[in-house]
């Protein structure tokens, strides 16, 4: 496979992967919205869905063109990881825009840190087993 080819695979993933995590991160914040007394434990759980979401879709996407896989516990890593500095700074970020901030703009921004950070960690390990040449499993 050509490098150009790759890299519109990577493009391509990255963009699905930030545009689900948005997406996603505002339907849990509509639909869970009540739920939660808090909204930091509502922006953590959509940071979660927001997560776990974009690495379905980079395996949807990257999967095509027969990369390897990473094993699963650095995935669940990523998701916690993802999850927690997502959830927090999407929090944030909602109330430095408006105070009280509206549910949907909480899971929002949560998804969207959430799943960037997801894409990051996925297109450096995608660009170094590239780049290293490891072989796949």
Not at 84 to 93: F, K, M, N, R, W
Request: glycine residues 8%; charged residues 10%; neutral net charge.
């Amino acid at each position: 496979m050509n490098a150009r080819h790759e890299s519109g695979l990577v493009t391509a993933s990255v963009l699905a992967m930030v545009l689900a995590g948005l997406v996603s991160g505002a339907l849990v914040g509509i639909v869970l919205g009540g739920l939660f007394a808090r909204h930091v434990v509502l922006a953590i759980l959509c940071a979660i869905v927001a997560a776990i979401l974009a690495l379905v879709i980079r395996n949807f996407v990257l999967e095509r063109s027969a990369t390897s896989t990473t094993p699963m516990g650095i995935d669940f890593l990523w998701v916690v990881i993802a999850s927690v500095i997502g959830g927090l700074a999407g929090h944030e970020l909602a109330i430095d825009l408006t105070t009280p901030p509206p549910l949907p703009l909480v899971g929002a921004l949560s998804g969207l840190v959430s799943s960037v950070l997801i894409a990051s960690f996925a297109t450096t390990i995608f660009m170094l087993r590239r780049n290293l040449s490891v072989p796949d499993k």
